[in-house]
């Protein structure tokens, strides 16, 4: 049994423990801790629960926990390499970003200034405009005529 969680036992704590739940059955949990000094996928620490009669133990348990732990070193495996992909498509896009800035830049220093200042639009003339009320209708400086929504005061 022991065997087989050297390899889980690289750099992380594992426990332990066995618990009696009745006259025939034992529960055995094997726990991996997080690796130490790093940021880790809680995936990774899954624990190992199994139940069964001393002699199932004896029996299974070293088959199981074999099982686990290359499961547990795929997953970590992949884990990696998903992380090692998406670093390394961030640090493109990266450069992407920074090589079209760059010839952004250059565009706008190698363009000469053609139109050194355009003119800028003449003024308009004051249109007459409406001017609210308190009351929400809004009578143009014109007269009640360009309101046709206005009520008539008379």
């Known amino acids: 049994m022991f065997v ?3 390899p889980l036992l690289a750099g992380r704590t594992v426990m332990i423990t066995v618990a009696r739940l009745d006259d025939k059955t034992l529960r055995v949990n094997v726990m991996p801790t997080i690796k130490s000094g790093g940021s880790e996928n809680p995936a990774l620490t899954t624990p190992l629960s199994y139940t069964g ?3 199932e133990l004896d ?5 199981q926990l074999a099982s686990y732990v290359e499961c547990h070193r795929e997953l970590g495996s992949t884990l990696a390499q998903a992380k090692a ?7 493109a896009a990266s450069e992407e970003a920074r090589k ?3 010839e952004r830049k250059k565009k706008a220093a190698d363009k000469p200034a053609e139109n050194p200042a ?5 003024a308009t003339a004051a249109q007459p405009t409406a001017t609210a009320s308190l009351f929400g209708d ?3 400086e014109v ?3 360009a309101n046709p929504a206005a009520p008539d005061v008379k």
Do not use: C, F, I, N
Not at 59 to 63: G, P, S, T, V
């Open 4 to 6: 087989e969680l050297m």
């Open 53 to 55: 009669t001393p002699e």
């Open 59 to 63: 029996a299974e348990l070293a088959k």
């Open 85 to 91: 992909e998406m670093d390394a498509a961030a640090k």
């Open 100 to 102: 079209k800035a760059e």
């Open 118 to 122: 355009s003119p800028a639009p003449a």
């Open 138 to 140: 809004a009578r143009s």
């Open 143 to 145: 007269g009640p005529a």
